[in-house]
């Protein structure tokens, strides 16, 4: 694969990654609500998420998923249920003061939530469907390609997410109690829900 190829494959990936949506919103709201600790196996996560989404597309299950688009909606809901699951959980925190001190949940907990609400989240696989097939050289040998956009791809997810959540970690210095970051968690899991529900079919 020419440089010149997979610079501008970076180029739209990165656009399509750091564009916020769902997937940043939930990021935001893991590390505001349970600290810096949860930025790398979110991150992760979302990385993992990455390239899935990446093989799927690369194998030629893309076509399978554009014949059967009605999969993506079974998925969306599925994400969307249990992000309402994790907001009843976060305003349930957030009324009991004993639940707010509680320990943030493991790293893999977090990981597997990180790698679900990607997976469930359409916008994905429609910027996975549009943008690979895109930069693969009919020219040239199609596994190393599909391998080095993959690379590509998951390092460009890992850092973007990874950046949000550190950013998000600044940000929740602003809040004086674990009250009000459970709150505005619980906020942000019921509007990224809600983005799933609505994001064009």
């Known amino acids: 694969m020419e440089l010149n190829l997979l610079g501008l494959?970076?180029?739209?990936?990165?656009?399509?990654?750091?564009?916020?949506?769902?997937?940043?919103?939930?990021?935001?709201?893991?590390?505001?609500?349970?600290?810096?600790?949860?930025?790398?196996?979110?991150?992760?996560?979302?990385?993992?998420?990455?390239?899935?989404?990446?093989?799927?597309?690369?194998?030629?299950?893309?076509?399978?998923?554009?014949?059967?688009?009605?999969?993506?909606?079974?998925?969306?809901?599925?994400?969307?249920?249990?992000l309402v699951y994790l907001a009843v959980h976060a305003l349930r925190s957030s009324a009991d003061p004993g639940a707010s001190q509680a320990a943030p949940p493991a790293a893999r907990r977090l990981f597997l939530d990180a790698l679900l609400i990607s997976l469930s989240n359409p916008k994905g696989w429609l910027a996975s469907l549009l943008t690979y097939p895109a930069f693969i050289d009919p020219q040239r040998p199609y596994a190393p390609q599909a391998l080095l956009l993959t690379l590509t791809a998951v390092?460009?997810?890992?850092?973007?997410?990874?950046?949000?959540?550190?950013?998000?970690?600044?940000?929740?210095?602003?809040?004086?109690?674990?009250?009000?970051?459970?709150?505005?968690?619980?906020?942000?899991?019921?509007?990224?829900?809600?983005?799933?529900?609505?994001?064009p079919h």
């Open 9 to 82: 494959f970076a180029l739209a990936f990165t656009a399509a990654v750091a564009l916020p949506g769902p997937n940043v919103a939930f990021a935001v709201a893991l590390v505001l609500r349970h600290g810096r600790g949860t930025a790398l196996p979110g991150a992760l996560g979302f990385a993992l998420a990455t390239a899935l989404h990446a093989g799927a597309v690369l194998a030629g299950l893309g076509l399978l998923i554009q014949q059967h688009r009605h999969s993506l909606l079974y998925l969306r809901w599925a994400g969307a249920l249990y």
């Open 155 to 199: 390092a460009i997810s890992l850092s973007i997410y990874g950046g949000y959540m550190l950013l998000a970690h600044r940000a929740r210095a602003a809040f004086a109690k674990e009250t009000q970051l459970n709150r505005l968690s619980a906020v942000i899991y019921l509007l990224v829900a809600l983005g799933l529900v609505l994001l």
